[in-house]
């Protein structure tokens, strides 16, 4: 089993796209997202710049873990002359409407639009006018990644229907991610010194789970009906010396939460298991994996070294 598949990559896909950083949180971008975001929101993740340059293995960690999807949008910005470079903090949103996923963000960092503009004409590329805005998008049909200036530091991507929403809500022609007081809530509990954190609600709690857990088929588990019972998902990621992740999940009752720890508890004795049957002879890291239950709140915490990342296999797609 691999460890950085279960918990880990779910949050460094975002951290290795534009890097880590120190204590410093945007708290300017993030109320940006509350009044910009869609009111039916049901994930967010924030990740801020800095030191990932300087940790281990940096060249060889963004290639193995940076998903397909964050590499698609990375090469889009890069087309519009948007390097990792210029971008200083980043919020990722998810919304879900029948079977298919909405994702969105907004950025902030170093833009010109008069060089946005440049770009995109030597590449081709006309600009797609978004009431007062003009946008500019990579690729075809609901699948080109499109962006949008708000101003010289901030910016806003995502398809144009998405952007469409974004632009409507900020105008107040629509209802924004601050007006869900519950959600709110829970991106001001989860906000914490952590270069990254986020919240994820309803269906988006075992899709976090499902999307990064290898071998499910052996595993044979329900995943929404494990988490049934959980009302939000919140989660930071602190890569140091070693990358150390908390994951708090609150539950509808004390019961559930005891139930879902039940869960957790047969999952770390399964990957214990597989870990020690794949690599013999090494350092588990799922020794390290503690889980508690208090009330209706379960926690998960998970430590691990760069050369477990390294070692362990190739991640999930996304």
């Known amino acids: 089993m691999k460890v950085t598949t279960w918990f880990l990559r779910a949050g460094l896909v975002a951290c290795l796209f534009v890097g880590c950083a120190g204590i410093v949180r945007g708290q ?4 940006e997202a509350l009044s910009s975001f869609p009111a039916d929101t049901i994930r967010i993740e924030y990740s801020h710049p800095a030191v990932l340059r300087s940790l281990p293995n940096y060249a060889a960690l963004r290639q193995r873990y940076e ?12 087309k519009l002359g948007i390097q990792e470079n210029d971008v200083d903090e980043l919020v990722l949103g998810w919304q879900v409407a029948g079977q298919e996923w909405g994702f969105y963000g907004l950025t902030s960092g170093r833009f010109s639009a ?8 030597a590449q081709g590329i006309a600009p797609v006018a978004l009431g007062n805005h003009s946008a500019y998008c990579v690729g075809t049909g609901e699948q080109a990644n499109c962006v949008v200036l708000l101003g010289d530091s901030l910016g806003a991507f995502g398809s144009q229907a998405t952007l469409r929403t974004i632009l409507a809500v900020r105008d107040g022609g629509a209802s924004s991610l601050g007006s869900n007081g519950a959600f709110a809530k829970w991106m001001g509990e989860a906000q914490t010194k952590s270069p990254i954190w986020g919240v994820a609600t309803g269906p988006a709690v075992p899709d976090w789970f499902k999307g990064w857990m290898p071998n499910q088929t052996d595993l044979k588990l329900d995943w929404a009906q494990a988490f049934k019972a959980v009302e939000a998902l919140t989660y930071s990621i602190d890569p140091g010396e070693t990358v150390h992740l908390n994951v708090g999940m609150d539950c509808t009752t004390s019961a559930d939460a005891a139930s879902l720890r039940q869960v957790f508890d047969g ?3 399964f990957q214990q298991i597989a870990w020690q049957n794949e690599n013999p002879g ?3 890291p799922f020794k390290s994996l503690e889980i508690q239950a208090n009330d209706r709140h379960v926690s998960v915490e998970l430590q691990a070294t760069y050369d477990t990342l390294m070692s362990s296999g190739t991640p999930g797609k996304t």
């Open 67 to 78: 998903g397909p999807r964050l590499q698609d949008l990375e090469e889009s910005f890069s």
């Open 282 to 284: 090494r350092p588990n």
């Open 267 to 269: 999952l770390r004795l």
């Open 28 to 31: 300017s971008l993030v109320n």
């Open 114 to 121: 008069k060089a946005l503009a440049d770009r995109a004409a």
